[in-house]
């Protein structure tokens, strides 16, 4: 089984439609984060979310919310979607090192969701 | 604030031939560095890091050296195989605050047979 799993993998929705992606991990990280991928402009950073009550924006989170339900828990919602939000998103994880002592510097990444908005 | 440039693609290179995708990164003080690579419908993988200046980070026969003289952690490879088609994404982590990674665009490459 996958270490980090999103859902869906795609959806298509229509202008101003409320959508939630969803990603579950396994990995017992702390860090969790949601990236978008553009083509050509590489992975730009939403949201991260450092422990269940750390959740800071990144460098495109206008248009965006998250939750971070549980440790192993990170969604993602668009409230009014429009056209310019279709992209494929991604949610990683990281282990910060405090508790376990590991490698802080590897993200781990989900399989990505496909989002289109008509 | 931190970015990562890297040469654009698409690369596209026969079978056996050698690889470099230049990357440089302009941060302060003394960020890692990581190449991820994303192969067809899936998520990015770790391919190599390197933590320190000089640092070699090495993986499945690609090597990246950690130059801060030339703020440079350029992706080489010296026979390519099919199976390295993929898109490869350069990125840092700067060593102060609380932020993500910082990725290039991205660089796809094409092997042929």
């Known amino acids: 089984d996958a270490d980090v799993t999103q859902t869906p993998r795609n959806r298509i929705t229509k202008t101003g439609k409320r959508i939630m992606l969803e990603c579950s991990q396994t990995?017992?990280?702390?860090?969790m984060y949601w990236y978008r991928q553009d083509p050509g402009l590489g992975l730009q950073l939403i949201y991260y979310?450092?422990?269940?009550?750390?959740?800071n924006k990144g460098e495109i989170s206008d248009g965006y919310s998250v939750s971070r339900q549980a440790q192993a828990k990170f969604s993602l919602s668009l409230e009014s979607a429009i056209p310019n939000q279709t992209a494929l998103y991604f949610c990683?994880?990281?282990?910060?090192?405090?508790?376990?002592?590991?490698?802080?510097?590897?993200?781990?990444f989900g399989p990505g969701t496909r989002l289109t908005v008509l | 604030g931190n970015s990562v440039t890297q040469m654009e693609g698409p690369v596209t290179l026969s079978e056996e031939a050698f690889l470099t995708i230049n990357c440089t990164y302009t941060?302060?003080?003394?960020?890692?560095l990581f190449w991820y690579v994303q192969y067809p419908g899936e998520g990015l993988q770790l391919l190599l890091k390197?933590?320190?200046?000089?640092d070699k980070g090495s993986n499945k026969g690609f090597e990246a050296t950690y130059r801060k003289e030339t703020t440079s952690f350029h992706l080489e490879k010296g026979s390519v195989q099919v199976s390295d088609s993929a898109v490869y994404f350069c990125?840092?982590?700067?060593?102060?605050?609380?932020?993500?990674?910082?990725f290039g665009s991205g660089t796809r490459l094409q092997v042929q047979p």
């Open positions: 941060a302060t003080g003394y960020p890692s």
């Open positions: 990125a840092l982590r700067g060593d102060t605050g609380r932020r993500a990674l910082t």
């Open positions: 990995k017992g990280h702390d860090r």
């Open positions: 979310s450092f422990d269940v009550k750390d959740i």
């Open positions: 990683a994880t990281s282990d910060s090192g405090l508790v376990s002592g590991g490698n802080y510097n590897e993200q781990f």
């Open positions: 390197a933590t320190k200046a000089d």
